[in-house]
T-cell receptor, first 113, second 114 residues
Framework: DTGVSQDPRHKITKRGQNVTFRCDPI?????LYWYRQTLGQGPEFLTY????????KSRLLSDRFSAERPKGSFSTLEIQRTEQGDSAMYLC???????????FGPGTRLTVT | DAKTTQPNSMESNEEEPVHLPCNHS???????IHWYRQLPSQGPEYVIH???SNVNNRMASLAIAEDRKSSTLILHRATLRDAAVYYC???????????????FGQGTILTVHP
């Protein structure tokens, strides 16, 4: 079991550029979650998938954000036209079902200059 | 979502027990109490969870008040590796409004002194 992996671990981009992050959940975990964490704050929920279906999206997920989970395996989170306020740690988590604990990846740290 | 209240920070000495409190006076009957911790530069890590009865696992113990309006995470012998931010989270049961997602607060920063 290799755990939840995220790629890249760090991303520096200029304002206005698009970025895409990838999350590979633990094998056979049908639930996948995205969270965002800014410095000094706890993680904030963004969205989650059960298999390939996106079941809930937070109000934090503006129109510039989109998440996909094709075939119910890995997931991608894309941010279009990045803004400085998007600078944060983006965390992915997975679980085998809603009743189980969530297993988090190491996160992708985004810096928008 | 029901809210939790935790102290901003706590300190402990190595090899001493640590009691991390959490208040959740608006907890509903179907809310589970979850604890996660986040070590520096890592994603959060599940610690323990419970509903009504006290719970023990290899990492910690969870003591839940009889009225369920508060709980305490107990680290029996703190080590330097336990220095982290500890989050107390209420998580609803299937079908509830807080189903699935975790709602983190600011947590308690635990410092462990050698």
């Amino acid at each position: 079991d290799t755990g939840v992996s995220q790629d890249p671990r760090h991303k520096i981009t200029k304002r206005g550029q698009n970025v895409t992050f990838r999350c590979d959940p633990i094998s056979e975990h049908n639930r996948l979650y995205w969270y965002r964490q800014t410095l000094g704050q706890g993680p904030e929920f963004l969205t989650y998938f059960q298999n390939e279906a996106q079941l809930e999206k937070s109000r934090l997920l503006s129109d510039r954000f989109s998440a996909e989970r094709p075939k119910g395996s890995f997931s991608t989170l894309e941010i279009q036209r990045t803004e400085q306020g998007d600078s944060a740690m983006y965390l992915c988590a997975s679980s085998p079902s809603v009743a189980y604990e969530q297993y988090f990846g190491p996160g992708t740290r985004l810096t928008v200059t | 979502d029901a809210k939790t209240t935790q102290p901003n920070s706590m300190e402990s000495n190595e090899e001493e027990p640590v009691h991390l409190p959490c208040n959740h006076s608006t907890i509903s009957g179907t809310d589970y109490i979850h604890w996660y911790r986040q070590l520096p530069s890592q994603g959060p890590e599940y610690v323990i969870h419970g509903l009504t009865s006290n719970v023990n696992n290899r990492m910690a113990s969870l003591a839940i008040a009889e009225d369920r309006k508060s709980s305490t995470l107990i680290l029996h012998r703190a080590t330097l590796r336990d220095a982290a931010v500890y989050y107390c989270i209420l998580r609803g049961n299937a079908g509830g409004t807080s189903y699935g997602k975790l709602t983190f607060g600011q947590g308690t920063i635990l410092t462990v002194h050698p």
